[in-house]
């Protein structure tokens, strides 16, 4: 096992206006489970590539353990990978595409069915082994192509979006396999996807990356609860963060028609940056959800446009008057209540949960929280 290290890694591609992977600092722990995340083309499999040496880095070094393996050949990098189509021999069994790359090392052929047998058991493969690849299933294959990767014994393994040509339920099942499995053998990983639900529940720590660019970099608790700007909280979360673009006032701002008092810092930051707006996050189950009736509790007034019952939970998808424009707001809500698309609701933002960004640099401002106006001192007397 090893640690990895990016070090100002950058990748150029011929005809880009801008890096693939710009300038990339990442330090991954021993036996750590690193998630890189991000949306098409925002650099993480590049990322992953310039690791196992299928890319070459243009400028900056990437280290596994001690060890400079920046213009080291593939083969000399002792790392397996597992890619997004599996890549299995068709004409081969299971046990024979395990065992291939130890065949090809010239590894006794006792020593591979050792090592074959070690990692069928470990993934549960023993009944599969004589059973070429077209005989297999999604899950099956896949599983294949991770004991292959296994019986390598490697520093650090690598994983591309392994799980994107399965069915849902799959893929519920084999993340959660996947994650058991790296705790197990405790190798460094490092697992590429586009799907935050992954990122959020499989790694130790997730980067986040956008155009080349590594936004943010912690736990997956940490990167939910406090995201480092506004792509970080618009991408990470499902259903994804309502963002508003909003107006500041004298006392602080105003969401539709209900006032939000700002704490001072967030006054201070805002002002001294010269920017008449804020930008406001609120994840769906921030929102308290208020009764038709209960017109004493300013709230902002929105519309019911489509019902997603979950069972657990219902996801409302709501409109409202937000400045001079219409806003798309989801709401999270008991499950099997009665919601009916064109129904008025009345919501109300936990004021200790919001999130507060800049609208210039789309940056984290500092002591977030907003309330109704009136509800607290925050703002300045």
Same mark, same amino acid.
């Given at each position: 096992?090893?640690?990895?290290?990016?070090?100002?890694?950058?990748?150029?591609?011929?005809?880009?206006?801008?890096?693939?992977?710009?300038?990339?600092?990442?330090?991954?722990?021993?036996?750590?489970?690193?998630?890189?995340?991000?949306?098409?083309?925002?650099?993480?499999?590049?990322?992953?590539?310039?690791l196992?040496?299928?890319?070459?880095?243009?400028?900056?070094?990437?280290?596994?353990?001690d060890?400079?393996?920046?213009?080291?050949?593939?083969?000399?990098?002792d790392?397996?990978?597992?890619?997004?189509?599996?890549a299995l021999?068709?004409h081969?069994?299971?046990?024979?595409?395990?065992?291939?790359?130890?065949?090809?090392?010239?590894?006794?052929?006792?020593?591979?069915?050792?090592?074959?047998?070690?990692?069928?058991?470990?993934?549960?493969? *023993?009944?599969? $082994?004589?059973?070429? @690849?077209?005989? +297999?299933?999604?899950?099956?294959?896949?599983? =294949?192509?991770?004991?292959? &990767?296994?019986?390598?014994?490697?520093r650090?393994?690598?994983?591309?979006?392994?799980?994107s040509?399965?069915?849902?339920?799959?893929?519920?099942?084999?993340?959660?396999?996947?994650a058991?499995?790296q705790?197990?053998?405790?190798?460094?990983?490092?697992?590429?996807?586009?799907?935050q639900?992954?990122?959020?529940?499989?790694?130790?720590?997730?980067?986040?990356?956008?155009?080349?660019?590594?936004?943010?970099v912690?736990?997956?608790?940490?990167?939910?609860?406090?995201p480092?700007?506004?792509?970080?909280?618009?991408?990470?979360?499902?259903?994804?963060?309502?963002l508003?673009?909003?107006?500041?006032?004298?006392? *602080?701002?105003? $969401?539709?028609?209900? @006032?939000?008092? +700002?704490?001072?810092?967030?006054?201070?930051? =805002?002002?001294?940056?010269? &920017?008449?707006?804020?930008?406001?996050?609120?994840?769906?189950?921030?929102?308290?959800?208020?009764?038709?009736?209960?017109?004493?509790?300013?709230?902002?007034?929105?519309v019911?446009?489509?019902?997603?019952?979950?069972?657990?939970?219902?996801?409302?998808?709501?409109?409202?008057?937000?400045?001079?424009?219409?806003?798309?707001?989801?709401?999270?809500?008991?499950?099997?209540?009665?919601?009916?698309k064109?129904?008025?609701?009345?919501?109300?933002?936990?004021?200790?949960?919001?999130?507060l960004?800049?609208?210039?640099t789309?940056?984290?401002?500092?002591?977030?929280?907003a309330?109704?106006?009136?509800?607290?001192?925050r703002t300045?007397?």
């Open positions: 096992m090893a640690s990895v290290t990016f070090d100002r890694a950058t990748r150029c591609f011929p005809g880009m206006d801008r890096p693939a992977v710009r300038a990339l600092e990442l330090d991954i722990s021993d036996g750590e489970f690193m998630v890189l995340v991000g949306p098409s083309g925002c650099g993480k499999s590049t990322s992953l590539r310039m196992a040496g299928l890319e070459e880095v243009d400028s900056g070094t990437i280290r596994i353990g060890r400079d393996v920046t213009r080291l050949p593939p083969k000399d990098r790392i397996a990978m597992v890619f997004q189509n599996y021999y068709p081969m069994t299971a046990a024979d595409n395990m065992g291939f790359a130890l065949k090809i090392a010239k590894m006794r052929k006792s020593d591979i069915r050792g090592r074959v047998a070690e990692a069928a058991g470990i993934l549960d493969l *023993g009944d599969y $082994l004589d059973r070429k @690849p077209k005989s +297999l299933s999604g899950g099956q294959r896949q599983r =294949v192509a991770m004991g292959r &990767a296994i019986v390598r014994e490697p650090v393994f690598l994983m591309d979006e392994p799980l040509n399965l069915d849902a339920k799959l893929r519920v099942q084999t993340r959660t396999q996947i058991s499995l705790r197990r053998l405790g190798t460094t990983t490092v697992y590429v996807t586009h799907d639900v992954e990122a959020l529940t499989m790694g130790d720590r997730v980067a986040v990356l956008k155009d080349g660019v590594l936004q943010q912690g736990s997956p608790r940490e990167v939910f609860r406090q480092a700007n506004a792509f970080v909280a618009g991408f990470i979360g499902s259903p994804a963060m309502n508003f673009r909003l107006t500041l006032t004298a006392d *602080g701002t105003a $969401l539709g028609d209900l @006032p939000l008092a +700002l704490p001072r810092s967030v006054l201070a930051a =805002v002002h001294e940056e010269g &920017a008449p707006e804020i930008v406001l996050g609120v994840r769906p189950e921030q929102f308290t959800l208020l009764s038709t009736e209960d017109l004493e509790t300013s709230a902002l007034e929105v019911i446009d489509a019902v997603e019952d979950t069972g657990a939970v219902t996801y409302l998808h709501t409109t409202a008057k937000v400045g001079q424009e219409l806003a798309q707001i989801v709401v999270r809500a008991p499950g099997r209540g009665r919601w009916e064109g129904s008025p609701l009345r919501i109300v933002p936990h004021g200790d949960d919001v999130h960004f800049s609208a210039q789309g940056l984290r401002l500092p002591d977030d929280g309330l109704p106006a009136g509800t607290d001192d300045p007397g």
